[in-house]
């Protein structure tokens, strides 16, 4: 699977867009892009995926780049719960037994 | 939303003794889990791939002998470290794959045991 590179970390004001970016340069056409995140001494959170098109749902939003060699996840309003670290990972499909493996990620800081 | 139970939250248990996690699909079936151990500061890290109804195949540097891993059902994987040593203090974590659905995202975490040996 392809290696990811995401800042150490990142302060937000509350209320305001957090955009997180995650470089993955050598990604390969058939990897998708995830995004968790992991709130203190809780198991990873299931953010959104994408391919290559820009995905939003009631989390977040996925903007990828045309090329696929970056992306960013975009909380659109953050609130103090949103403190936590994410996780940007480049996974094929799980059919084929690729895993999930968890970078360092970027620890987010949403402060009031 | 699926969702991953595990018991127990925490445990703390005596050097030399073994501890049995458990990890449950509550409302899915799951053909394969994952287990994960995260140190204090660090990112998780994969340890064991289980199937059900087959053994489990480990990452490199995880001892198959010391951390038993049993996937006898669809909904339930168990870890079982034995011989507990406190440098196996941790926080682990299981997830599961629903069998289910054949997308690119079905893998679902459990909360997490905190493991404290003295």
């Known amino acids: 699977d392809a290696k990811t590179t995401q800042p150490t970390s990142m302060d937000c004001a509350e209320g305001r867009a957090a955009n997180l970016p995650c470089n993955h340069s050598?990604?390969?056409?058939?990897?998708?892009v995830y995004w968790y995140r992991q709130i203190h001494s809780q198991g990873p959170q299931y953010i959104i995926h994408?391919?290559?098109n820009n995905e939003t749902n009631e989390m977040a939003s996925l903007i990828i780049t045309e090329d696929r060699k970056s992306s960013t996840l975009i909380l659109p309003h953050a609130t103090l719960r949103d403190t936590a670290v994410y996780y940007c990972?480049?996974?094929?499909?799980?059919?084929?037994?690729?895993?999930?493996?968890f970078g360092a990620g970027t620890i987010l800081r949403v402060k009031s | 939303g699926a969702v991953v139970s595990q018991h127990p939250s925490r445990v703390i248990c005596k050097s030399g003794t073994s501890v049995k996690i458990e990890c449950r699909s509550l409302?899915?079936?799951?053909?394969?889990m994952f287990w994960y151990r995260q140190f204090p500061k660090q990112s998780l890290m994969l340890m064991a791939t289980?199937?059900?109804?087959?053994?489990?195949?480990?990452e490199q540097g995880v001892e198959k002998d010391k951390f038993l891993i049993n996937h006898a059902s669809l909904t339930l994987s168990t870890l079982t470290v034995t011989s507990a040593h406190p440098e196996d203090s941790s926080f682990y974590i299981c997830?599961?794959?629903?069998?289910?659905?054949?997308?690119?995202?079905?893998?679902?975490f459990g909360p997490g045991t905190r493991l404290t040996v003295t």
């Open positions: 997830s599961a794959r629903d069998s289910g659905i054949s997308t690119p995202y079905e893998q679902y």
């Open positions: 050598t990604i390969s056409g058939n990897e998708y």
């Open positions: 994408g391919l290559k």
């Open positions: 990972i480049v996974r094929g499909h799980m059919e084929y037994g690729n895993k999930l493996v």
């Open positions: 409302d899915f079936q799951a053909t394969t």
């Open positions: 289980s199937n059900e109804g087959s053994k489990a195949t480990y």
